[in-house]
Structures are given as C-alpha cells and as structure tokens.
C-alpha cells in the first residue's frame, strides 16, 4: 500500500493533521512526538483556561488527551474517528503548568483500537487518565506519492 516505513507514515499522517487541526493549534498544543501507535503532545494552561476553582478547567484537560488520541489512532495513516472514551481527572492541573498528554495503542483489531492516554503535569504528576476506543473509518490521511 505504502512505500514508506511506518515511522515516515506515522510523521507524514501526524504532520498533515496538526496543519488541519485549528482547535489544537488554538489552544497552543504542539505534536511533540508520534510514532506508529503512539502521540505524545503538550499544551501550557494559560489563565483564560482556568475554572471557578482557579484550576485548570477539566474541559481543556480532555482536549488534550483527545487530541493526542487521535494523533496516535491516525498514525498509520488510516483515517480513524473516536467511536467513544472515558476520562479520570487525578489531580489539578494550575496556571502555567505544561501537560503532556501521552496516548498509546492498546489493541489494535480490524477497524477498531483502544488507546490509553495519560495526562501529566512537568513534575510528572499524574493529572488524568483517558481511555479511547477508535473506529477506521476509510481513506488515508496523507496521500503518499509512490
């Protein structure tokens, strides 16, 4: 299908994603790694994403581990949608902090994945635990050129 190793495919699909992914790029989150079955990105909690606690607001915190989800499910190359998840939120993420949110393939079986995404603070503070189930929905990411 591909003539490209998985690693290219996975940063050609990963690359091409972020430049079509205004939400991501609206709240500052960068790709900061990506392989075949795995994304690892960042996001700083800047004050307008903070809640009525002064914490940051859970709805960013899932954005983040969202979107490195589908980084990692879209890593072969194969257009992949959420079909659902879940999310545990451990502690408070605080303005400034940088979260990294790290997703990794779980299982992968015909059409459908399961991704784990753990959420974290600089200090590596766990800050949620996120899991997704993935469903491929046809076509490619990246049209790759033979």
Same mark, same amino acid.
């Given at each position: 299908?591909?003539?490209?190793?998985?690693?290219?495919?996975?940063?050609?699909?990963?690359?091409?994603?972020?430049?079509?992914?205004? +939400?991501?790029?609206?709240? =500052?989150?960068? $790709?900061? /790694?990506?392989?075949?079955?795995? %994304?690892?990105?960042?996001? #700083?909690?800047?004050?307008?994403?903070?809640?009525?606690?002064?914490?940051?607001?859970?709805?960013?915190?899932?954005?983040?581990?969202?979107?490195?989800?589908?980084?990692?499910?879209?890593?072969?190359?194969?257009?992949?949608?959420?079909?659902?998840?879940?999310?545990?939120?451990? +502690?408070?993420?605080?303005? =400034?902090?940088? $979260?990294? /949110?790290?997703?990794?393939?779980? %299982?992968?079986?015909?059409? #459908?994945?399961?991704?784990?995404?753990?959420?974290?603070?600089?200090?590596?503070?766990?800050?949620?635990?996120?899991?997704?189930?993935?469903?491929?929905?046809?076509?490619?990411?990246?049209?790759?050129?033979?």
């Amino acid at each position: 299908m591909d003539a490209l190793h998985p690693q290219q495919l996975a940063e050609l699909a990963g690359r091409t994603m972020f430049e079509r992914d205004p +939400a991501s790029q609206a709240l =500052g989150m960068t $790709l900061d /790694a990506i392989k075949p079955g795995y %994304a690892r990105m960042s996001m #700083t909690v800047r004050p307008d994403m903070l809640n009525g606690h002064g914490t940051a607001h859970g709805g960013y915190i899932f954005m983040l581990a969202d979107s490195a989800f589908a980084f990692a499910c879209n890593s072969h190359n194969l257009n992949t949608v959420g079909a659902g998840c879940t999310i545990e939120y451990l +502690a408070p993420g605080r303005a =400034g902090d940088v $979260l990294v /949110a790290e997703a990794v393939e779980q %299982a992968l079986q015909g059409k #459908t994945g399961v991704y784990d995404v753990t959420v974290s603070d600089s200090e590596g503070r766990k800050i949620a635990l996120f899991r997704g189930k993935s469903h491929r929905v046809g076509g490619l990411v990246a049209e790759v050129i033979a």
